[in-house]
C-alpha cells in the first residue's frame, strides 16, 4: 500500500481547523493550529495541525515542514514549562501501517510523568471540554 493519496478536507482535523468542530485551542498562526487532544493519552497531550494540506509529513513540501517543525518545539516547550513533566514525547504516524487513523498530517505532544501510566488512545473516552480549555490555557500562557 502506497504511503501517498488524495487528500480528503472532509478529515475531523479539517473541519476542527474551520471551525466545524469545537475544539480547545491553544495556538493558532498561519502555519499550524495547536489544540488539546479530545481523546488524550495523558494530561496536556496536544495536537499540532499544520495548515498546509498533506496526508502525511511525508507529503509536506520541505519548506512548510520546517515552519511546522518551528511551531511544534515552541508549543513542546510550552508544555514542559506549563506542566513541568519528567520528559515529552514529540510523535507522528505516517500510513496505516504506521497508525495514522485521521490522514491529515498532524503531530502530538505528549507530557510524560514517570509515575503516571500513559494511556491508550480514545481507552478512556473523551476528554472534559473545561478541563482541556483550562488546560489549553496553562500552556497558551508558556508560548
Known amino acids: 500500500?502506497?504511503?501517498?493519496g488524495a487528500y480528503d478536507d472532509q478529515n475531523i482535523l479539517a473541519k476542527i481547523m474551520r471551525g466545524e468542530i469545537p475544539s480547545a485551542k491553544v495556538f493558532e498562526d498561519d502555519e499550524v493550529l495547536a489544540i488539546m487532544d479530545a481523546f488524550p493519552?495523558?494530561?496536556?497531550?496536544?495536537?499540532?495541525?499544520?495548515?498546509t494540506p498533506a496526508r502525511n509529513f511525508l507529503e509536506m513540501e520541505?519548506?512548510?515542514?520546517?515552519?511546522?517543525?518551528?511551531?511544534?518545539?515552541?508549543?513542546?516547550r510550552a508544555v514542559a514549562a506549563a506542566l513541568e513533566p519528567d520528559g515529552v514525547?514529540?510523535?507522528?504516524?505516517?500510513?496505516?501501517?504506521?497508525?495514522?487513523?485521521?490522514?491529515?498530517?498532524?503531530?502530538?505532544?505528549?507530557?510524560?510523568?514517570?509515575?503516571?501510566?500513559?494511556?491508550?488512545?480514545?481507552?478512556?473516552?473523551?476528554?472534559?471540554?473545561?478541563?482541556?480549555?483550562?488546560?489549553?490555557?496553562r500552556i497558551a500562557a508558556q508560548i
Open 89 to 137: 514525547i514529540v510523535t507522528q504516524f505516517n500510513g496505516s501501517a504506521a497508525g495514522q487513523t485521521i490522514f491529515h498530517v498532524h503531530f502530538h505532544i505528549i507530557p510524560r510523568w514517570e509515575d503516571r501510566p500513559m494511556g491508550r488512545h480514545s481507552s478512556g473516552g473523551m476528554a472534559d471540554m473545561g478541563e482541556l480549555t483550562a488546560l489549553a490555557d
Open 62 to 76: 520541505p519548506d512548510a515542514a520546517a515552519r511546522a517543525v518551528t511551531r511544534i518545539q515552541a508549543i513542546a
Open 1 to 4: 500500500m502506497s504511503l501517498t
Open 41 to 51: 493519552q495523558a494530561e496536556g497531550h496536544v495536537l499540532v495541525i499544520p495548515k
